[in-house]
Structures are given as C-alpha cells and as structure tokens.
Nanobody
C-alpha cells in the first residue's frame, strides 16, 4: 500500500518562501506521477502542480505559475514543492498526491480535483499559513 508523508509546512510572512517535501513508501516511486493539491478554508480542493515520473514534464495552476516549482528526486523517493513570493491567499492545507499523469492533468484542465479514489494515494496534508 503506497503511503505519502508530507513535511515542511508552517507559518510564513507574505513574500516569504517554504519548501514542502513528500516521501513515498510502500511502492515504486517511478511508477507514479506526483502532484500537489491544496484546500483553503471553506473551499474545494484545488490543483496546484504536477510532474511526470521522470520529472521531465511539469504543470502548474495559473495562480502559482512563476512562484512555485515542483520537483522530484527519484533516488530519494521524494517530491518537493518550492514555494516563493507567498501570498495570504496561498494559505491552505497542501496535499501530496501520487497517481497517473492522466488523472492529475484532468484535475488541472477541468479545474475539478474529483473523488480521492481517482488517485493512487493522498498524503495527510500539511498546513501552510501566510500572514499579511
């Protein structure tokens, strides 16, 4: 059973940076495309970023393009989300996702994350709070 464990969330001032990490266990890391979703208080889940198993293809929500960078280290079974120029509207619980590139791109293009069982695994979430 594939499990994901996120870390790196916290409280940061607007304009600051954070790096989220997501470690995968119980499976073969390169079998999965990886992504990040987020959920702000009172809102639906939102696609943030995704990348292919090789890391060669990356995709970003318009709201984070140019500020966030998704990456992965296949030797360490770990994905990352580097967040810079953070804004108060980035405040949310961030979730690491393992799944197919098809499912992640569907969330990106449609604007709808869809049910959790469309993805192979979700992390438990890590809180990111950006103060103004």
């Amino acid at each position: 059973q594939v499990q994901l464990a996120e870390s790196g969330g916290g409280l940061v001032q607007a304009g600051g940076s954070l790096r989220l990490s997501c470690g995968l266990s119980g499976g073969t890391f390169t079998d999965y495309a990886m992504g990040w979703f987020r959920q702000a208080p009172g809102k639906e889940y939102e696609f943030v970023a995704a990348l292919s198993w090789s890391g060669g293809s990356t995709y970003y929500a318009d709201s984070v393009k140019g500020r966030f960078t998704i990456s992965r280290d296949n030797a360490k079974n770990t994905a990352y989300l580097q967040m810079s120029s953070l804004k108060p509207e980035d405040t949310a619980v961030f979730y690491c996702i393992a799944g197919s590139m098809t499912s992640l791109l569907r969330a990106h293009v449609s604007g709808r994350v869809g049910p959790k069982d469309e993805y192979d695994s979700w992390g438990q979430g890590t809180q990111v709070t950006v103060s103004s």
